[in-house]
């Protein structure tokens, strides 16, 4: 029985249609493998340049915050003319010291239009402001397209987490600029002095969450 079961198996080794099917099989799951392999080196070669790519546009985000071209001139002669009037209106009520003060300090920003002389050093001042906004644009390209693509999928939690934490707080920043900005054509001056220290806030607080996840984002492997 042995004999008959070793010479049977020995006849389908040696049979055709059985190394054809053996071979077959091999090759179909060899196809299968290597896919699966190119799949993979697809997926992690285009993980590489979508973590590369959000690296660039946070860190050029971080330099275009850190520009020392801010708002914090315009903020201080804001805060001055409050101090002045409370409304900051286009009449000032104030002294010939306190104009000329303001004038020094603040050449670009206002212009004298007319005076009426109250009282000993007293005028009223009809002015016009002449401001200037400088807006951060922070750019969210290569998040948004990172969200489109399945390899935002293969990111690790922390990553994601950091990303998300970042550009959550980047919206934030550039909601407040464009109330800012509404202010500013609206002439709302009072709203805009309020918006304008928010913004500064949001900044330092941007800044800092980048800095403090930068390095998470660089290990997103």
């Not at 059985?18 to 993980?47: P, R």
């Not at 016009?128 to 390209?141: A, G, M, P, V």
């Not at 998040?143 to 935002?152: L, P």
Request: one cysteine or more; aromatic letters at 10%.
């Amino acid at each position: 029985m042995k004999l008959n079961i070793k010479s049977r198996l020995k006849k389908l080794y040696k049979s055709s249609w059985f190394i054809t099917l053996f071979a077959t099989t091999l090759g179909v799951l060899l196809a299968f493998y290597l896919n699966n392999l190119n799949d993979h080196l697809k997926i992690e070669s285009s993980k590489q340049v979508v973590i590369e790519n959000l690296n660039n546009e946070i860190a050029n985000n971080k330099l275009t915050l850190n520009d020392p071209s801010d708002n914090k001139k315009l903020i201080n002669f804001l805060q001055r003319v409050r101090e002045i009037d409370e409304e900051i209106s286009n009449e000032l009520t104030t002294s010939i010291h306190e104009m000329s003060e303001l004038k020094i300090n603040f050449p670009a920003f206002i212009e004298i239009n007319d005076s009426i002389d109250l009282s000993a050093n007293l005028f009223k001042y009809n002015v016009s402001y002449r401001l200037e906004l400088n807006f951060n644009d922070l750019q969210k390209i290569s998040w948004e397209t990172s969200k489109m693509s399945d390899v935002i999928n293969e990111l690790n939690y922390d990553c994601l987490e950091a990303l998300n934490e970042i550009y959550y707080r980047q919206g934030i920043y550039t909601s407040q600029q464009q109330k800012t900005l509404e202010y500013f054509v609206n002439a709302e001056h009072k709203k805009l002095l309020k918006a304008l220290r928010i913004i500064e806030q949001l900044k330092a607080q941007l800044i800092n969450q980048i800095s403090d996840n930068q390095i998470r984002i660089k290990n997103c492997d």
